[in-house]
């Protein structure tokens, strides 16, 4: 058994980080059955030079470069959901999903969009995206203008992916949400949520904000929190009836910061629900050669847990990891236009 299959055994859905073809054949083999993509994913693949056949045709049939971005990232996600579709099946729904993120530019500082209007959007572009995608997850993040989008897209039988959390309070929002649509939804064996909790970024944070940590504290607060949230979600669900599985994903789960093991947050996480890992992050954990089990139940010790949640002021960095977020959110997309700008000048 090799280490990214110890991970499976023990109860992880491993998801890959990417949609790179190359890449989803590799982690196939190490047990991967979805993935996920965003702006950043999609530019590093054009920006290859593998996809420029495909741009090409983009470009003659007269698509500016914006609607060349979303006409190549439908493309590389439906790819995607080709080779992870055997999984849907077997799986009845379960697992063998690709995330697709809707139009970061929505949660740009520039767009004077209001709260409603911006959610209103994402329901129109989620409905849009979905629209006979099989096993298509819709990524929605859970800003006010994502929260509010949240019940309608569930109502309407939209399986989704809600991103970008980094706190209790934005997981319990969006489960909350979920949960009013799920009650809505006429084909309630469809509704399929999962809640991606970032991990690694909150302990870059702390490592700055935060460095009267103690070392036992320091470089756990990311995992302390996502396995608080996680175990929030197996006892709200457990009781709700629901055919399919509303999970947690880990992501964020490379890791920063030089001294610490590539496979850090997998082997914290490994045991439950889903893992969302960069390649080179399962890349890592392969070649380390060893056996993962099970310990997303287990915590650090209370004094530790004590100590964070005595220093660790959790609205603050929210409201930080979110602005920091945020511009991760719509930039790269930006970067992306600009790079299908330069390749049509090229191609």
């Known amino acids: 058994m090799t280490p990214l299959q110890s991970i499976v055994a023990a ?18 083999a190490f047990g991967a059955t979805g993935a996920t993509s965003n702006p950043i994913i999609i530019a590093d693949l054009i920006g290859t030079g ?7 045709k983009f470009f003659a049939a007269g698509h500016d470069d914006t ?8 493309k590389l996600v439906r790819d995607a959901q080709l080779v992870f579709e055997s999984t849907w099946h077997e799986t009845k729904c379960n697992d063998g999903w690709v995330s697709f993120e809707l139009d970061p530019l929505l949660e740009d500082s520039a767009n004077t ?12 572009l989620g409905k849009h995206y979905f629209k006979d995608a099989r096993n298509r997850m819709i990524k929605v993040p859970a800003t006010p203008g994502g929260l509010g989008a949240l019940e309608e897209l569930v109502a309407a039988g939209v399986a989704l992916n809600c991103t970008l959390i980094f706190s ?10 979920c949960w009013r649509g799920a009650q809505r939804c006429q084909d309630k064996a469809a509704v399929k ?9 909150l302990d870059v944070y702390t490592d700055k904000a935060v460095p009267n940590l103690s070392p036992a504290a320091q470089g756990m607060v990311g995992i302390v929190n996502a396995k608080r949230i996680y175990q929030l979600n197996k006892k709200f669900w457990a009781d709700k009836g629901l055919p399919l599985q ?55 010790a209370a004094e530790v847990l004590k100590e964070i949640d005595e220093k660790v002021d959790m609205k603050k960095l929210e409201e930080t ?18 790079l299908i700008a330069t390749k049509r000048q090229k191609v």
């Open 11 to 28: 109860g992880t859905k491993l998801w890959l980080d990417s949609v790179d073809p190359d890449e989803i054949a590799r982690n196939r």
């Open 50 to 56: 593998r996809f420029d056949a495909e741009l090409a």
């Open 67 to 74: 609607a060349v971005a979303w006409a190549m990232t439908d």
């Open 113 to 124: 969009l209001s709260v409603e209007a911006k959610s209103a959007k994402y329901v129109e």
């Open 168 to 177: 209790e309070r934005q997981y319990l929002a969006a489960r909350d949400a």
């Open 193 to 201: 949520t999962v809640y991606s909790i970032f991990v690694s970024r």
């Open 246 to 300: 509303q999970e947690m994903i880990f992501a964020s789960t490379g890791t920063k910061k030089k001294e610490d093991p590539a496979w850090k947050y997998v082997a914290a996480f490994a045991g439950a629900d889903i893992q969302t890992n960069p390649p080179g992050t399962n890349k890592a954990v392969q070649e380390s050669g060893q056996t993962f089990t099970s310990q997303v139940e287990v915590m650090p």
């Open 321 to 338: 990891l979110m602005a920091e977020g945020l511009s991760k959110f719509a930039d790269p997309f930006k970067g992306l236009i600009k």
